[in-house]
């Protein structure tokens, strides 16, 4: 559980590259987890982002 708390530090971070105007992080001193984070903006209001990700059905239209 430790190491999962871990993750919500940013210094844990470290830039790795940016691909497709998304910005990837990996985790540093990780030890049994792969870890990456992404960022990124998108021109969509909040409500529609959540509902999109939430929406199992439209899962596969994020594979790729």
Same mark, same amino acid.
């Given at each position: 559980?430790?190491? +999962?708390?871990?993750?919500?530090?940013?210094?844990? $971070?470290?830039?790795?590259?940016?691909?497709?105007?998304?910005?990837?992080?990996?985790?540093?001193?990780?030890? @049994? +987890?792969?870890?990456?984070?992404?960022? @990124?903006? +998108?021109?969509?209001?909040?409500?529609?982002?959540?509902?999109?990700?939430?929406?199992?059905?439209?899962?596969?239209? $994020?594979?790729?």
């Amino acid at each position: 559980m430790e190491e +999962l708390m871990d993750l919500l530090k940013p210094e844990s $971070w470290v830039f790795e590259k940016t691909h497709n105007k998304v910005d990837v992080y990996v985790r540093e001193n990780n030890k @049994t +987890l792969v870890s990456f984070r992404a960022e @990124t903006n +998108l021109d969509y209001p909040p409500d529609l982002c959540i509902e999109f990700v939430r929406n199992v059905e439209l899962r596969t239209m $994020w594979d790729g």
